[in-house]
Antibody, heavy 116, light 108 residues
Framework: EVQLVETGGGLVQPGGSLRLSCAASGFTFSNYWMHWVRQAPGKGLVWVSRISSDGSITSYADSVKGRFTISRDNAKNTLYLQMNSLRAEDTAVYYC?????????WGQGTLVTVSS | EVVLTQSPGSLSLSPGERATLSCRASQSVTSNYLAWYQQKPGQAPRLLIYGASSRATGIPDRFSGSGSGTDFTLTMSRLEPEDFAEYYCQQYGSAPQTFGQGTKVEIK
């Protein structure tokens, strides 16, 4: 069974940084692209970033480009999201996602709150 | 990117009634990689349907998905009290994956 567990969320001041992690199990992590998706309070779901199976290809939503960096450690079965220059509008629950055999899988999410 | 438009925005129904939710794509969804999620306040989205019509593990058979190309439907044959929630569609056939804006199913 695919399991994804996000950690690293919390309260951070505007302009600050935070690194999210997503521990994966139940599938061959190194074979699959991974994604981050976020949901602001009371709002819908928005894709944030993705990374190829070997980490060589990344892409970002325009809203986070230049501020967020996605990466992975296939030896540790872990996905990361480094978030810099955080803004109030980055406040959201962040979910990691894998699509394994055409089936999306999500973690339970981690809440990031950007506020002074 | 593929824009998904869900309709209606909200639906007011009674337990036992049938609910039909629509998700329309701005272009054909590759391989019909279209998923439906249920979300309740304070919870993560719960996968109901993937690949347009495959039920996820543990999902009751009153939930069914249909459609192909640009038009997709989630049907709940007989609403149970626990089915009143927000529902989202997602296409993951082409990058970037995108989501509909949601349909709220409320108790009448």
């Amino acid at each position: 069974e695919v399991q994804l567990v996000e950690t690293g969320g919390g309260l951070v001041q505007p302009g600050g940084s935070l690194r999210l992690s997503c521990a994966a199990s139940g599938f061959t992590f190194s074979n699959y692209w991974m994604h981050w998706v976020r949901q602001a309070p009371g709002k819908g779901l928005v894709w944030v970033s993705r990374i190829s199976s070997d980490g060589s290809i990344t892409s970002y939503a325009d809203s986070v480009k230049g501020r967020f960096t996605i990466s992975r450690d296939n030896a540790k079965n872990t996905l990361y999201l480094q978030m810099n220059s955080l803004r109030a509008e980055d406040t959201a629950v962040y979910y990691c996602e894998s699509i394994v055999e055409a089936r999306p899988n999500w973690g339970q999410g981690t809440l990031v709150t950007v506020s002074s | 990117e593929v824009v998904l438009t869900q309709s209606p925005g909200s639906l007011s129904l009674s337990p036992g009634e049938r609910a039909t939710l629509s998700c329309r794509a701005s272009q054909s969804v590759t391989s019909n990689y279209l998923a439906w999620y249920q979300q309740k306040p304070g919870q993560a989205p719960r996968l109901l349907i993937y690949g347009a019509s495959s039920r996820a593990t543990g999902i009751p058979d009153r939930f069914s998905g249909s459609g192909s190309g640009t038009d997709f439907t989630l049907t709940m044959s007989r609403l149970e009290p626990e089915d009143f929630a927000e529902y989202y569609c997602q296409q993951y056939g082409s990058a970037p994956q995108t989501f509909g804006q949601g349909t709220k199913v409320e108790i009448k």
